[in-house]
């Protein structure tokens, strides 16, 4: 593959970008997507050459497996297993943000450097483009993060240009994603459902859409050590600046990230305040975390400072991020994800 100096950008409504898309996938090169979650760095799952190319333009480490993006349930059968529970699960969200962890089918088909060598994947259906996209190429995606590894994930095409422009030869720009925060990821076992990875689907309509009681729905942290899924390293969404959790006061020159018009002692002092949701709307601050955390990091404040954020619903989903973003980084200063 010839890396341009610079990507080409598409609007996502502009037939061309669909054609284009298909043409760069189908040869194994990779495209940066919109998806309803964040934006995505496309690449054929079933092509080992297009696997290496993701792993290698994100820096991202070989045991962290990548999501393969199908058009629906169908295609889901020619590589993975449903038991009847998580065939219950995909009926009811997909397409929609919700990943579901399943055995790898024998034979050919999604390539297993795409699982980090081990015998499930983790497959979603998403919606608009990355749908549409999927369904023309016949085969599926294997969609990450457009980001460099352990970066803030990006929900605008501007933010895949600063990060990766010079590494991929096309992005889709579908201007700013849909909800913000990347899909659920759940695994179902037969006594209950490990959720691997906090999203906007929620614990309860899990529960309920699956046939389980609540307190059979409950976090993993997958087997062993081994990952299973993506979104499960401890470091992850990291921007430069150091990130200060549940802050109750703000230090000269830091940069604030608040909630709900919430003022905090010291903000005037702050570098910057950006506000997730003056109303409180916890749907709306998942659509806008990332993209505050980029702007909170481009501020050159050394810290960043995140107020409260309500554990409940989304909520949990924004805390994940933030906790992952707030936790210690390697030596390199970067997170490992």
Same mark, same amino acid.
């Given at each position: ?14 037939p ?33 050459d ?10 991202? *480490?070989?045991? $962290? ?16 297993r ?7 699960l995909?009926?009811?969200f997909?397409?929609?943000?919700? @990943? ?14 795409? @699982? ?9 259906a *998403? ?19 457009? $980001? ?21 030869p ?13 899909? @659920? ?16 689907? @929620? ?36 921007p430069r600046a150091?990130?200060?959790? $549940? ?25 910057l ?37 309500p ?10 991020r ?14 490992s994800?």
């Open positions: 593959m010839t890396v341009p100096v610079q990507a080409r950008v598409l609007a996502a409504d502009d061309a970008a669909l054609d284009a898309a298909i043409e760069l996938l189908a040869r194994g090169d990779l495209v940066a997507i919109p998806t309803e979650t964040v934006y995505g760095l496309a690449g054929a799952s079933t092509r080992a297009a696997i290496s190319r993701i792993y290698q333009a994100k820096g991202r *480490p070989s045991h $962290n497996p990548l999501i393969s993006h199908v058009a629906d349930i169908a295609m889901a059968e020619r590589y993975v449903f038991d009847p529970r998580s065939r219950a995909a009926e009811a997909w397409p929609g943000p919700l @990943t579901l962890v399943l055995p790898l089918l024998p034979g050919p088909g999604i390539d297993r450097a795409s @699982t980090a060598g081990g015998t499930t994947a983790a497959v979603r *998403p919606r608009g483009f990355a749908h549409e996209l999927i369904a023309r190429l016949g085969l599926p995606l294997a969609v990450p993060s457009a $980001n460099r590894s352990g970066r803030i994930s990006p929900t605008h095409a501007e933010h895949v240009l600063a990060d990766l422009g010079d590494r991929l096309l992005i889709v720009d579908g201007g700013p994603t849909e909800i913000g925060v990347e899909s @659920t990821v759940v695994r179902v076992r037969p006594d209950g459902i490990d959720i691997l990875r906090a999203g906007v689907i @929620t614990p309860d309509q899990i529960a309920l859409a699956a046939g389980f009681d609540l307190h059979d729905v409950a976090a993993s942290l997958g087997d062993g050590g081994v990952l299973i899924s993506p979104g499960m390293l401890s470091s992850h969404y990291a150091r990130v200060r959790l $549940n802050a109750h006061e703000v230090a000269p020159g830091e940069a604030l990230i608040t909630f709900a018009a919430k003022r905090l002692p010291g903000q005037e002092r702050a570098a305040v950006l506000d997730l949701s003056p109303s409180g709307d916890l749907a709306e601050a998942a659509r806008e975390l990332f993209g505050l955390l980029h702007r909170a990091d481009a501020s050159g404040a050394d810290s960043i400072a995140v107020a409260p954020i554990d409940h619903g989304i909520g949990t989903a924004i805390i994940d933030l906790t992952r973003a707030a936790a210690p980084r390697d030596q390199g200063g970067r997170g994800a």
